[in-house]
C-alpha cells in the first residue's frame, strides 16, 4: 500500500513514428547528449526522449525560441543539456508590442459630487414640486444623439426642471423610426438620474393643452448662466420647454458637478468594463456599474455575442472606418478608387452642396493634407503595419457599406485576411430584427468596438469622441489616434522613403496618440466626454508618487 502512494502517474504523447524517425536519422543541433539508455528503457525515459524530439521538431517548424519548450524537458533527469545553444531566439512574438495597453497612471473613474450638488437635488426631491418640464428632440446618427441626450439632462438640471424621454427624430438619411426606449433601457436610465434630474415617460395631463416656450436654434457652446437668463423666467411662467438641434450647444467648460454629471449620463453602462487596476474601493466599483445610459438588452446581448466570438481566437483590433459614399461627400473629400467613383462624389456635393461641411473653398489635396479626410483603407493598412499589427490580427469593422462595396477593403483584406463586421459574425436571423434600424446596428458596432482590445477611427467624429472617453473611463484601454496631418504627407509620398524608415517616422509620429491619460485643456473643442482626466477620473497613485 505504501508503495502504491508513492506511485507517480505518467501522462504520454502521441508521436508520429515519421517524425521520430527523420529526427532520429539525423545528429541533434547544438550537441545535445542523450545518457545511454538500458537495453529496456523506461517508460518514463521514451516518454521524456518522444517529447523532446516532438519539441525540437516545432521549434524547427515555426522558430519559436527553444528557451520557452524547456520546462518540460528539465522535469527528465535523463537528459543533460548543454551550456549554450548554436542559433537564438526572441522571447516575444510578433505582434505582442502591438495589443500592450497605455500605461493608465492609476485613474480610475471618480464622480463624487460635492455636498451643495447633493443637498440641492434632495431639497427639489422633496419639495415635490415639478411644475417645469423640459421637452428635447434629438437628431442625427446614435452618437451624435447620445451626446444631445447627454446635454438634455444636464440643461435639466441647471434649469430644476423634470426632463420628459428625449424624442428621437427620424432619421432623413436611414430613416430610422427607433424610440428612446427601442435603443436604450429606459428605466435604467429614470432609476440612475433620480438624485440628479426627474425624468418622466410623458407630460402630465396638467401640462398636455400648454403652449411650450419653443426655442428653435440656441446658439453654440452656451454657458449655465446664459441658459438660466434665456429661459427660467418663461419656464416658470410656461411651465413647458421645448429645445431642438442641441449638438454643441451647451458650453464643454462647465462647473465640476455638471461635469460629473455629464460623464455620469454619457459613458454606455454594458456591464463588460473590465478595469486593468483595481486598486480601488468598492464604492467607486459600484459608481461605475450605474451610468445612466444602457443599451437596451437586445443590444447588449446581441453586442456580447459578436465580441465573444471575436475574443474566441485570442485579443482583437476594432475599426470605425467612414467610407460611406456620403461621407465622401460631406467631407469634400475623394475616395481614391478611380476616376469613375471619384466623378460620382463630386456630382453628389453639386446636387447637394448644403452636405459639405466646412472649408468649401479649398482643394481636395490641401483637405487631405489638414488632415479633413478619413483614411481610405490602404491608409489605415500602412498605419497598422508601421505599429506592428500581426498579419494574422483578427479586426472587426463597423461603419456603413463603403463606398466602392467590398472591393475599396481589398488593400486591408489583402494584408489582413481576418476582416470581419456583424455581417461575417452574426448567425442566420440574428439580425433580421434590426433590419432597417440603423441606431440598432450602430449600436451593435458600439458594443463590439468598446469591448475590443485597441481601437482606431480612420476619421474624427462622434463615435470616436464617445469611445475615446469611454475606453478611457474603463482603464486607459488602447485607443490609436491617427496623426493625419503628419502622417499623410509621408504615406503621399512614400516611395521616397525605405519601408524600415517609413515604419519608424509612423510609429514615432503616434507614441504618445495611443490612449495614455490626456488631461482636459480649457480649450473649447476638448469635451470631458472624451476627455475624462482629471474631472471624472482620480488618480489614486498620485499621493504615493509624490512622496
Not at 425 to 454: H, I, K
Request: aromatic share 8%; hydrophobic share 40%.
Amino acid at each position: 500500500m505504501a508503495t502504491r502512494g508513492k506511485a507517480k502517474r505518467t501522462s504520454y504523447i502521441a508521436v508520429p513514428s515519421a517524425i521520430i524517425r527523420s529526427l532520429s536519422s539525423t545528429s541533434i543541433p547544438g550537441g545535445f547528449h542523450l545518457s545511454t539508455p538500458p537495453k529496456k528503457p523506461s517508460r518514463r525515459f521514451v516518454h521524456c526522449r518522444s517529447l523532446l524530439l516532438l519539441l525540437l521538431f516545432l521549434a524547427a517548424a515555426v522558430g519559436l525560441g527553444v528557451g520557452l519548450l524547456l520546462d518540460p524537458i528539465l522535469h527528465c533527469p535523463q537528459l543533460r543539456l548543454p551550456s549554450s545553444l548554436p542559433f537564438s531566439f526572441s522571447p516575444a512574438s510578433p505582434g505582442v508590442e502591438f495589443w500592450r495597453q497605455p500605461d493608465g497612471m492609476g485613474f480610475v473613474p471618480c464622480l463624487d459630487f460635492s455636498d451643495e450638488y447633493r443637498a440641492e437635488g434632495a431639497a427639489v426631491a422633496r419639495s415635490g414640486r415639478r411644475n417645469k418640464y423640459l421637452l428635447v428632440v434629438v437628431s442625427g446618427g446614435l452618437n451624435q444623439q447620445r451626446n444631445q441626450i447627454v446635454d438634455a439632462v444636464v440643461i435639466a438640471r441647471i434649469l430644476g426642471a423634470a426632463l420628459v424621454v428625449p424624442v428621437l427624430q427620424v432619421n432623413v438619411i436611414w430613416g430610422d423610426e427607433s424610440e428612446f426606449g427601442d435603443v436604450f433601457d429606459l428605466e435604467h436610465f429614470k432609476r440612475v438620474l433620480a438624485d440628479d434630474v426627474k425624468v418622466v415617460s410623458s407630460l402630465p395631463s396638467t401640462h398636455i393643452m400648454t403652449r411650450p416656450v419653443q426655442e428653435k436654434q440656441t446658439p453654440l457652446h452656451v454657458s449655465p448662466d446664459w441658459i438660466r437668463s434665456r429661459y427660467m423666467k418663461r419656464l416658470n411662467r410656461e411651465g413647458v420647454l421645448l429645445l431642438r438641434s442641441l449638438d454643441s450647444r451647451l458650453s464643454k467648460d462647465l462647473p465640476s458637478d455638471l461635469q460629473k454629471l455629464r460623464c455620469k449620463v454619457s459613458f454606455i453602462d454594458g456591464g463588460s468594463i473590465g478595469f486593468r487596476d483595481l486598486n480601488f474601493d468598492v464604492s467607486q466599483i459600484e459608481q461605475v456599474a450605474f451610468h445612466a445610459l444602457r443599451f437596451a438588452a437586445p443590444i447588449q446581448e446581441l453586442g456580447n455575442k459578436l465580441a465573444s466570438r471575436m475574443r474566441g481566437h485570442g485579443p482583437y483590433l476594432a475599426l470605425h472606418l467612414r467610407l460611406e459614399k456620403d461621407v465622401w461627400v460631406r467631407t469634400g473629400c475623394l475616395p481614391g478608387l478611380g476616376p469613375e467613383f471619384d466623378a460620382a462624389v463630386e456630382e453628389e456635393r453639386k446636387l447637394k452642396p448644403k452636405l459639405l461641411t466646412g472649408r468649401s473653398n479649398i482643394t481636395f489635396h490641401d483637405r487631405k493634407l489638414a488632415g479633413l479626410c478619413p483614411l481610405n483603407a490602404g491608409e489605415v493598412t500602412r498605419l497598422l503595419k508601421a505599429l506592428g499589427a500581426p498579419e494574422d490580427a483578427r479586426i472587426y469593422w463597423a461603419g456603413g457599406e463603403p463606398f466602392g462595396g467590398r472591393e475599396a477593403l481589398l488593400p486591408l483584406t489583402r494584408h489582413f485576411p481576418n476582416l470581419f463586421n456583424k455581417d461575417d459574425l452574426a448567425l442566420p436571423g440574428e439580425l433580421a430584427p434590426f433590419a432597417n434600424r440603423s441606431s440598432f446596428l450602430a449600436a451593435v458596432d458600439y458594443v463590439v468596438c468598446e469591448q475590443s482590445d485597441v481601437f482606431l477611427p480612420s476619421h474624427g467624429g462622434n463615435m470616436g469622441h464617445l469611445m475615446r472617453g469611454h475606453r478611457a473611463f474603463s482603464g486607459h484601454r488602447k485607443y490609436i489616434t491617427p496623426n493625419k496631418r503628419q502622417m499623410l504627407p509621408y504615406l503621399i509620398h512614400h516611395g521616397a522613403l525605405p519601408e524600415v524608415e517609413l515604419d519608424r517616422i509612423l510609429k514615432e509620429l503616434h507614441r504618445g496618440s495611443l490612449g495614455q491619460p490626456e488631461p482636459r485643456t480649457e480649450k473649447s473643442d476638448k469635451d470631458v466626454t472624451a476627455y475624462p482626466v482629471p474631472e471624472c477620473m482620480c488618480n489614486s497613485t498620485s499621493s504615493s508618487s509624490k512622496a
